[in-house]
Every structure is written in structure tokens, then in C-alpha cells.
């Protein structure tokens, strides 16, 4: 189960609660900004939101790629 915090993001295996928190030198990381949406396509793909940018997160290497809105 995935939860979207205003600290990052959270993974409960049923066991215990793995937090992925932002990494201010690493881009490949999560954003420093609140999460306001988690969404499984039907790519199974990991999206994540924030109130500034949408990206997507690789649950197998837990890397974070931001994908670019056009507006």
C-alpha cells in the first residue's frame, strides 16, 4: 500500500512502513514538495503528483523521473 504525504512518499509492505523522503542532490529522487496524488495506469505505471510537478516512480529501482506538462 502507497501513501502520498506532505513528507514524501510511504510503502507499507504489511509488515512495516518504508518512507521515501527527497534527496536535494539527487534528481533522480522524489521532489521536496508535498505529495497530492498517487495513481497506478493501466501501464501499471507509478504516477506521482505534487502541487508543482507530475513524474513517475519506478517501484522496482525506486527512482523518480519527472515527466513534462505541456500547458
Do not use: C
Not at 495513481?39 to 516512480?57: I, M, N, P, S
Amino acid at each position: 500500500m502507497w501513501f502520498g504525504t506532505a513528507s514524501g512518499l510511504q510503502r507499507y509492505d504489511g509488515k512495516k512502513i518504508i518512507s521515501f523522503r527527497p534527496h536535494p542532490s539527487d534528481s533522480s529522487y522524489l521532489p521536496a514538495e508535498p505529495i497530492t496524488q498517487l495513481l497506478l495506469d493501466k501501464k501499471e505505471r507509478f504516477w506521482v503528483r505534487t502541487g508543482k510537478e507530475v513524474g513517475l516512480f519506478n517501484t522496482a529501482t525506486f527512482t523518480y523521473k519527472k515527466v513534462p506538462l505541456e500547458v
